[in-house]
């Protein structure tokens, strides 16, 4: 009886310390690379996006083989070149289309400038976090399925 129950302790410890090894592994494996990554635009600064069903979602996409992102502010094609430096990220020259989207505008005309503002860049799991020099929260990304 006392055997039986030393092992059955013995096996509980075991499966755990297998199920958080796992876990970390499996945190570890769910992050994602910041480029070539679609990431949808969740938050600028501390206030939420939320997007329509019937509207494009605002998003970038850091191109792996060139210093190009593109994108969309929501209503407009977004398109312009980053600076990648350890976690220090820049964008320049960001320009767009100018199409009117009465529903989105107020979004996209925070989140382009938002960019310019960005220093460094933080991904945790599916996240990604752009920040400005202090430290700051400009903009927050979901990593989004192909």
């Not at 992050?31 to 970038?60: F, I």
């Not at 989140?111 to 860049?121: C, D, E, G, I, V």
Request: glycine share 8%.
């Amino acid at each position: 009886m006392v055997t039986t129950r030393i092992l059955s302790l013995a096996a509980v410890t075991i499966i755990v310390a297998c199920s958080r090894r796992s876990t970390s592994e499996t945190e570890a494996a769910a992050t994602v690379p910041l480029r070539g990554t679609y990431w949808k635009l969740t938050s600028l600064g501390d206030r939420p996006v939320n997007v329509a069903e019937s509207q494009r979602e605002p998003h970038l996409i850091l191109q792996a083989d060139s210093k190009q992102v593109n994108g969309s502010g929501g209503c407009n094609r977004m398109f312009g070149s980053y600076e990648l430096n350890g976690d220090a990220l820049t964008f320049g020259d960001i320009g767009s289309t100018k199409m009117a989207c009465p529903d989105i505008m107020d979004i996209e005309s925070s989140f382009l400038p938002a960019l310019q503002r960005a220093a460094k860049w933080r991904i945790t799991g599916q996240r990604l976090d752009l920040l400005d020099s202090g430290g700051a929260l400009v903009a927050r990304f979901d990593a989004k399925p192909k």
